[in-house]
């Protein structure tokens, strides 16, 4: 039921977007919620019984059902990747939340975008949430982001490794990528790529 909330709040967010100009504002790897941002409301998801041959009984059981979990997930990356482009953190803060409160719901989908989404941001902001997860099943998307072209991508990538130093499992799959992360750390032109990397590999040594 807290998801059902989220996505009328996102919908919300997701119209308000197409109804004003994207804010300004700097591009950036890492998504800067404000501190203490309230989280999202609670509400429910419309009703539609499918015209007036139904009855109240069927209306209360469709209300009590969500949707099915591909489209919740569908709908909320698609609100929280228009945040990131609009640069709305209303919308990024609110998904966020939901990411890290249900993170296997959402890991493969956020898996997938830090991948191959063609923006950018979209994938840095993809790959600094799964580092938030600490989930040691990203270690080998974390590898193979360190060589994506985008240094925002890269440094949350290098991030993630030593986030995943945090627990036995993860720092055992994480150090994989130790030799990877000590070659960023030599050759990486940006600066705060470059030091994430080093960062990284002391956590993991």
């Known amino acids: 039921m807290v998801f059902a909330g989220l996505v009328l709040v996102g919908v919300a967010i997701a119209l308000g977007l197409a109804l ?34 139904s009855s109240p009984a069927d209306a209360g059981r469709i209300a009590e059902a969500p949707p099915p ?25 609110a998904a966020d939340g939901a990411f890290v409160h249900e993170p296997q719901k959402f890991r493969p989908a956020l898996m997938t975008s830090a991948q191959t989404d063609p923006d950018d941001r979209v994938r840095a902001f993809s790959t ?37 130093a945090n627990t036995p499992e993860g720092r055992a799959v994480a150090k994989h990528a130790l030799p990877a992360l000590q070659r960023l750390a030599k050759t990486e032109s940006a600066k705060d790529t470059r030091d994430a990397a080093s960062l990284a590999a002391r956590r993991l040594m």
Not at 69 to 91: C, F, H, N, S, Y
């Open 128 to 164: 600094r949430v799964l580092g938030k997860l600490k989930d040691p099943a990203c270690a080998a998307v974390f590898q193979k982001l360190l060589a994506d072209r985008s240094e925002y991508v890269r440094m949350n990538a290098a991030w993630g490794l030593g986030e995943l």
């Open 69 to 93: 979990v591909e489209k919740q997930v569908e709908t909320l990356m698609g609100i929280w990747r228009g945040g990131i482009v609009a640069r709305d953190p209303d919308a990024v803060v």
């Open 20 to 53: 004003r100009e994207p804010p300004g504002g700097r591009s950036a790897g890492v998504a800067n919620a404000p501190a203490g941002a309230p989280g999202p409301r609670r509400v429910d998801f419309p009703v539609n019984v499918g015209g007036s041959t």
